[in-house]
Nanobody, 115 residues
Framework: QVQLVESGGGLVQAGGSLRLSCAAS????????MAWYRQAPGKQRELVATITSGGSTYYSDPAKGRFTISRDNAKNTVYLQMNSLKPEDTAVYYC?????????WGQGTQVTVSS
């Protein structure tokens, strides 16, 4: 069983930065495939970025060049550094873990970018 707790969301002006954190329980975090998703009001949840257990990363087009996903296995935490934020980045951001074919989700953290 893995529990995920996101933090770091908030209100920021356009052009600003935020760093989201996702803390995971369990001793097998280093084996997990991790991802960040987001869901804006009235829209479907969409993939933002992923990171494998080996550290390989992937970014969706909206995230490329502005967001950076990273992980600290010693702290059981995955991060999403978001720079040059835009109003269209406003959404609830969710952390997802995939471990031994089981999917786990966090409760989400709100990010609001004002223009």
């Amino acid at each position: 069983q893995v529990q995920l707790v996101e933090s770091g969301g908030g209100l920021v002006q356009a052009g600003g930065s935020l760093r989201l954190s996702c803390a995971a329980s369990g001793s097998t975090f280093s084996l997990a495939f991790m991802a960040w998703y987001r869901q804006a009001p009235g829209k479907q949840r969409e993939l933002v970025a992923t990171i494998t257990s080996g550290g390989s990363t992937y970014y969706s087009d909206p995230a490329k060049g502005r967001f950076t996903i990273s992980r600290d296995n010693a702290k059981n935490t995955v991060y999403l550094q978001m720079n040059s934020l835009k109003p269209e980045d406003t959404a609830v951001y969710y952390c997802k873990a995939v471990l031994r074919a089981t999917i786990y989700w966090g409760q989400g953290t709100q990010v609001t970018v004002s223009s």
